[in-house]
């Protein structure tokens, strides 16, 4: 079964950026059609970016648009979320997972948007 390890996240200033990389172990990414997924405090987890498995569509939640791009490395078995313009509501832990069905989470990586 497929394990995914997130990191990447961090402390960044409001309009800063940051790539959040996820790694997956156990199978090829290339197989799924994969999301990255937030939490924030007191909040439910909710999708934010999702990618199919050929690569034709890539879907963002609204919030999003404009500003976080997924994408994924094949061959290094990794998928990515390039944040730009980051505001303080995006401050959450995010994860990768299966879409749109996920499987066992990972311990996520923590992104803080703070002036």
């Known amino acids: 079964q497929v394990q995914f390890v997130e990191s990447g996240g961090g402390l960044v200033q409001p309009g800063g950026s940051l790539r959040l990389s996820c790694a997956a172990s156990?199978?090829?990414?290339?197989?799924?059609?994969l999301g990255w997924y937030r939490q924030a405090p007191g909040k439910q987890r909710e999708w934010v970016a999702v990618i199919t498995i050929k690569d034709r569509t890539t879907e963002y939640r609204d919030s999003v648009k404009g500003r976080f791009t997924i994408f994924r490395d094949n061959a290094k078995n990794i998928v990515y979320l390039q944040m730009e313009n980051l505001q303080p509501a995006d401050t959450a832990t995010y994860y990768c997972n299966e879409w749109p069905t996920p499987i066992e989470w990972g311990q996520g990586t923590q992104v803080t948007v703070s002036s």
């Open positions: 156990g199978s090829s990414v290339s197989r799924y059609a």
